[in-house]
């Protein structure tokens, strides 16, 4: 079973691949021009941030195109709380 710090020590292609065969999507946020994707990974979580490149450059006629930008495991359980707030206020 992978563990939260080897998965950190992987280079992000690596991470990627990982996530794609091994992860399981859980839900999305925003976070200003960001897109943030949680997954799981057996005992962890890990956050796939994604720059929204339309809303960051705000030009007109820009197909929406999103880059990836950081891939990071949650250790803090204030992290995974702004998950749950977000799907608490979604069933209001």
């Known amino acids: 079973m992978l563990k939260a710090k080897d ?3 992987m280079k992000m292609e690596k991470q ?3 996530l794609s065969s091994e992860g399981n999507f859980i839900a999305c946020r925003s976070h200003d021009q960001y897109y943030v994707d949680l997954y799981s990974i057996s005992n962890f979580f ?8 339309e809303e960051a450059f705000n030009k007109e006629g820009l197909a929406e195109i999103s880059l ?3 891939i990071k495991t949650i250790s803090q359980e204030k ?7 977000l799907y608490e206020n ?3």
């Open 68 to 70: 990836l930008t950081d």
């Open 46 to 53: 890990v956050e796939v941030w994604y720059v929204n490149m």
């Open 79 to 85: 992290d995974i709380n702004r998950y749950i707030e």
């Open 90 to 92: 979604s069933r209001v």
């Open 16 to 18: 990627e691949e990982y």
């Open 7 to 9: 998965f950190e020590f």
